[in-house]
């Protein structure tokens, strides 16, 4: 019986307006070069399984400072190799400094399937928590975006000193929620930090894959709408 659903925030509940395509795309037009919307999303995408996974082998907020400039100049670089521009050390600096002031800019907007997802969630009378590795403050968004009144509790990693895909992020949020691993789901849309992040701790995952960039995973439930998470809570409960 599924009696928690826990969720991640970042492109899962919410995501940034402009959006990262844009952004990233207006720095590198700033610097000389237009890049196709689709190479730009593809470019992101692997980026950021790059990303991903130097957090699973490593947290990275637990790093020193150079060391994370490490792993951010590499974002860029792949992000480079992507869209086909050839990639040299002063166009990485250049471009990691503009795209970090653009994100100054951002804000946190909804998808259109949150709430009716978050809705039928409460129909269903389960707890819902978040799980996030964002180091800022979810709760303020939460109001602001009006979803505040369908969560139970928000855990980050701030909060934890630990971060997906680690167990601690996971297992306090079961203890927040009070039930057993096989009693919870976690939604997110990272393979690693989500899916692979879930499971090592007993919750049932389900991926959240709207732009089908994961069409090879096949061990885990793979949702392209928030919505379609209903489906699950009744399957895992069954």
Not at 55 to 77: C, D, N, T, W
Not at 168 to 186: C, D, Q, T, W, Y
Request: charged share 25%.
């Amino acid at each position: 019986m599924i009696k928690a659903i826990f969720f991640d925030w970042f492109n899962t509940l919410a995501h940034y307006s402009p959006s990262r395509e844009q952004l990233e795309s207006q720095a590198l037009k700033e610097l000389g070069f237009f890049i196709d919307p689709e190479v730009m999303r593809q470019a992101l995408y692997l980026a950021d399984k790059g990303y991903y996974e130097e957090q699973a082998r490593f947290p990275i907020g637990h790093r020193s400072s150079a060391e994370q400039l490490k792993v951010h100049i590499k974002y860029q670089q792949t992000v480079l190799q992507a869209c086909h521009i050839p990639v040299d050390d002063a166009l990485v600096i250049k471009l990691l400094k503009r795209s970090r002031e653009l994100n100054d800019t951002i804000k946190f907007v909804l998808y259109d399937d949150v709430i009716p997802a978050l809705e039928a969630t409460k129909k269903r009378k389960v707890i819902v928590g978040i799980i996030s590795n964002l180091q800022t403050g979810i709760n303020s968004m939460m109001l602001e975006l009006g979803i505040a009144d369908f969560v139970d509790f928000t855990v980050t990693s701030i909060e934890v000193g630990s971060e997906k895909p680690l167990p601690p992020i996971f297992l306090k949020a079961l203890s927040r929620a009070g039930v057993e691993p096989n009693e919870a789901i976690h939604v997110g849309d990272q393979y690693q930090n989500d899916v692979v992040g879930a499971r090592n701790v007993g919750i049932n995952p389900v991926l959240l894959d709207r732009d089908n960039v994961y069409p090879e995973i096949k061990d885990c439930p793979r949702i392209r709408k928030l919505t379609e998470i209903d489906e699950y809570i009744t399957e895992y409960s069954g």
